[in-house]
């Protein structure tokens, strides 16, 4: 279905832009690294998949133009870099606070629904991917091959599966350090600061971004 709407050369060239974007050192993959860093390989595809979802709705939003929205409105920009910037805070204050976990593992673990739903939100409030995609993926798109709308949820399935392919394998990588983190109680509390650094950092990145 998706070859119809789109040429084979042109999907073959948006999936290795998309896979070299992944690759990229940028707030997402940073993200999952520091999650699967503090709470294991299976807690890092967790937030993995919350992202992935999250492109759902910034996919939707530019297919509908509601990313144009966006990004004509300072107001809608801001309410929305707001509410991400807010989050991540909420997030650094609780990373400042944890505690080392016990040796034995017993300690406190972020569930599953609440990992993902961290990678959602992560993901939706922050407006420089629909505006990123309401740049790039035109790119990709031509009415002669068909419905606009429909090449765009195609780039946007095509999107989500590398990204989770790369995050995912970031992931994996990372959540090796966890069974070594669960044997240095300073180790975790290090860890810790850190993620919540890095959750300031990229708060104030998205602060300072612009339309």
Same mark, same amino acid.
């Not at 050369?9 to 699967?36: C, K, M």
């Not at 939003?61 to 805070?89: C, D, H, N, P």
């Given at each position: ?31 999952? *690294?520091?999650?699967? &860093? #503090?709470?294991? %390989?299976? $807690?890092?595809?967790?937030? !993995? @998949?919350? =992202? ?11 297919? *509908?133009?509601?990313? &144009? #929205?966006?990004? %004509?409105? $300072?107001?809608?920009?801001? !309410? @929305?870099? =707001? ?129």
């Amino acid at each position: 279905m998706l070859a119809t709407l789109i040429p084979a050369d042109t999907l073959v060239t948006f999936t290795i832009a998309v896979t070299l974007l992944a690759l990229a050192p940028g707030p997402d993959n940073i993200f999952v *690294l520091t999650q699967s &860093a #503090l709470n294991g %390989a299976r $807690a890092g595809v967790m937030v !993995v @998949l919350g =992202l992935c979802t999250g492109l759902i709705f910034h996919s939707l939003a530019v297919a *509908l133009g509601v990313a &144009a #929205l966006v990004q %004509a409105s $300072a107001m809608a920009f801001t !309410v @929305l870099k =707001l509410a991400g910037a807010g989050y991540l805070i909420y997030l650094a204050w609780g990373a400042f606070r944890a505690p080392a976990q016990a040796l034995s593992g017993n300690g406190p673990r972020l569930s599953a629904a609440a990992l993902f739903r961290r990678g959602l939100i992560m993901n939706i409030t922050n407006p420089k991917v629909a505006i990123f995609f309401l740049a790039f993926f035109p790119q990709f798109t031509s009415p002669e091959n068909g419905p606009v709308v429909a090449q765009i949820a195609g780039l946007g399935a095509v999107f989500m599966a590398v990204t989770f392919v790369v995050f995912s394998a970031i992931a994996l990588l990372a959540g090796g350090l966890s069974h070594w983190l669960m044997r240095s109680q300073t180790a975790q509390i290090v860890i810790n600061r850190l993620a919540g650094l890095v959750f300031l950092g990229l708060a104030g990145k998205i602060l300072l971004s612009r339309p």
